[in-house]
């Protein structure tokens, strides 16, 4: 069983800046892949970024050169640095992560409004 908490959502001007962050349980945290997604209101959920055990990424192309998924396997957390934040990227950001099972945080609120 692996718990994920994610942190650093929060109301945030359009053009700014949030870093979120994810953190995970277990002892093989280097071995989960890792991904944030994000489900706006009245929308399916759907993948932002991820990134595998061999650091290799992927992003949705919405937030190609904006966002940034990274993991530092030392603190068991993986990261989405996200810049240029536009009012579409208004939702609720899940972290997952996929070892041996799938696994879900509770979700954080990202609000992008002036």
């Known amino acids: 069983q692996v718990q994920l908490v994610e942190s650093g959502g929060g109301l945030v001007q359009p053009g700014g800046s949030l870093r979120l962050s994810c953190a995970a349980s277990?002892?093989?945290?280097?071995?989960?892949?890792m991904g944030w997604y994000r489900q706006a209101p009245g929308k399916q959920r759907e993948l932002v970024a991820a990134?595998?055990?061999?650091?290799?990424?992927n992003y949705a192309d919405s937030v190609k050169g904006r966002f940034t998924i990274s993991r530092d396997n030392a603190k068991n957390t993986v990261y989405l640095q996200m810049n240029s934040l536009k009012p579409e990227d208004t939702a609720v950001y899940y972290c997952?992560?996929?070892?041996?099972?799938?696994?879900w945080g509770q979700g954080t609120q990202v609000t992008v409004s002036s």
């Open positions: 277990g002892s093989f945290f280097s071995r989960y892949a």
């Open positions: 990134i595998i055990r061999g650091g290799n990424t």
């Open positions: 997952n992560a996929a070892y041996l099972g799938n696994y």
